[in-house]
């Protein structure tokens, strides 16, 4: 998996960490920085942009790491159609997906140990999301709030992202619900229904 990490000073070392076992596991990791341990540098300056690209799908999942993971969890949740949250159990990692379709995991640095979130981190990345039509309700309730979207009908694409829904017509003038997102995303299911 294409996996993005981002970190401060008060993640540094976990991140490392985390970033070569992903190597060796055989994921493909792209580094948003920091790139040095400066304990004068901020966590928004790498969290954010780890998140427009899970947000815009140029990484499938992203793992943020500060010293609580607090900051990191609320500087992420800013940007649309990241949902992430600050883990400190398996069953959350993994559940985190697939009722909530969490998308980035935060750690603390200075909260868990090495072993714990190993374990966190590869729970988060061989969970799914599971599609369950009660999860996508709530789902679509939240991300209502994003954007100044006022409650248009959204749905996940096929990259696990939420976006709006647009209705047109395909071939042989069949009906098509298309991702209102980057054309990439293509239809999402035909005949109209949400998923
Ligand atoms: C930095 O000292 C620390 O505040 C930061 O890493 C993080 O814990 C914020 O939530």
Redesign the pocket.
């Known amino acids: 998996m294409r996996v993005g990490m981002a970190c401060?000073?008060?993640?540094f070392e976990l991140k490392a960490r985390i970033a070569s076992g992903l190597a060796r596991a055989g994921h493909e990791v792209v580094d948003f920085g920091a790139f040095e341990l400066d304990?004068t540098d901020d966590?928004p300056d790498f969290v954010i942009p780890l998140a427009r690209a899970v947000s815009k799908g140029e990484v499938e999942r992203g793992v943020a790491v500060?010293?609580?993971?607090?900051?990191?969890s609320?500087a992420a949740n800013k940007t649309p159609n990241v949902r992430a949250a600050l883990i400190s159990d398996h069953f959350s990692a993994r559940q985190g997906v697939e009722d909530d379709d969490m998308n980035i995991l935060c750690l603390?640095?200075?909260v868990v140990g090495h072993e714990l979130a190993w374990g966190l981190v590869t729970a988060f990345l061989g969970a799914r999301f599971s599609g369950a039509e009660r999860h996508i309700r709530r789902l679509q309730k939240v991300a209502a709030l994003e954007g100044g979207n006022t409650g248009g009908r959204r749905t996940s694409c096929r990259r696990g992202r939420w976006h709006k829904v647009q209705r047109g017509r395909g071939h042989h003038g069949r009906l098509l619900d298309r991702c209102a997102g980057p054309v990439l995303h293509g239809h999402i299911r035909r005949g109209g229904r949400p998923r």
């Open positions: 401060d000073h008060g993640g304990d966590y500060c010293g609580s993971g607090v900051g990191a609320i603390g640095g200075r």
